[in-house]
């Protein structure tokens, strides 16, 4: 959406700071030993607190309030009480939600425990370049040469980038145009910049190996189709004529 009013504003800001309050609680709340429904249900609990409605669950019927994702699956995890997380594993945690007709999105993977599989540099690497991206995001600036700025840095890093998931805009429904902020540069995406005053969710797929999705076997899931490993970061932000407002800053990314 393309914010117009200062109501528009002050609605969008307070959605953001609801996902982005409720992932940060819920990362701190997990724990070893924990079950994905657990987590799930303490997610539902300090959304309604704050008054938003779960995005996924209103939106697409999806069987959580929130998308848990552990180990080889690492987007549109179902929260399940046969899940318990264990010493090492790979967890994201996707939070979107709904508050006052404005909608908001925020994910971020990170270790419970110990590294013992090795994954710490490749979360850290996806949230450095989320934070580098965002910061060359302003007013005008080609969408796909953002694309570019990840697939650079993840290369660099020794990764791969998920080529058929990425950003998109958000404020009156989850998903909005620009659909497709992609993690790679398409020479063919020439014309589509940045608007400035719009709200759009930035997100980086950083991956070991796999370059696309596959959906596991309960239809939600997604998993690389090179297996390895996968880390995501997200944050919604406010685009301006400089650098961007990150309007879930409130989530520790």
């Known amino acids: 959406m393309v914010i117009k ?31 994905t429904k657990e987590i799930d249900e303490y997610g539902r609990q300090l959304l309604e607190a704050l008054g938003a409605r779960s995005a996924p669950f209103e939106t697409y019927g999806f069987p959580g309030y929130s998308c848990i994702s552990v180990n080889k699956e690492f987007a549109h995890g179902v929260p399940s009480d046969n899940v318990n997380l264990k010493n090492g594993d790979i967890i994201n945690i996707d939070v979107s939600a709904e508050l006052g007709g404005f909608w908001s999105d925020n994910g971020c993977s990170f270790v419970i425990g110990e590294d013992i599989q090795g994954v710490q540099h490749l979360i850290d690497t996806s949230k450095e370049i989320l934070l580098d991206a965002i910061s060359q995001i302003s007013g005008g600036v080609r969408i796909s040469d953002i694309g570019k700025l990840i697939e650079t840095k993840a290369k660099k890093a020794g990764y791969t980038v ?25 020479r063919y995406d020439k014309f589509r910049r940045f608007r400035k005053d719009s709200i ?3 997100e980086t797929f950083i991956s070991t190996g796999s370059t696309f999705i596959e959906t596991a076997s309960d239809g939600w899931a997604f998993v690389g189709n090179k297996g390895g490993f996968v880390a995501q970061h997200e944050h919604t932000i406010l685009i301006t004529s400089n650098k961007p407002i990150i309007l879930t800053a409130a989530n520790g990314i």
Not at 21 to 34: N, P, R, V
Request: net charge negative.
């Open 200 to 202: 759009v969710a930035i």
């Open 5 to 35: 009013t200062e109501e528009e504003l002050q609605g969008i800001k307070k959605v953001s700071e609801a996902v982005a309050l409720t992932l940060g609680k819920m990362k701190a709340y997990t724990a070893i030993g924990m079950s």
């Open 162 to 186: 998920i080529r058929d998931l990425g950003g998109h805009g958000v404020g009156r429904s989850l998903h909005e145009e620009p659909n497709g902020i992609m993690n790679y540069y398409d």
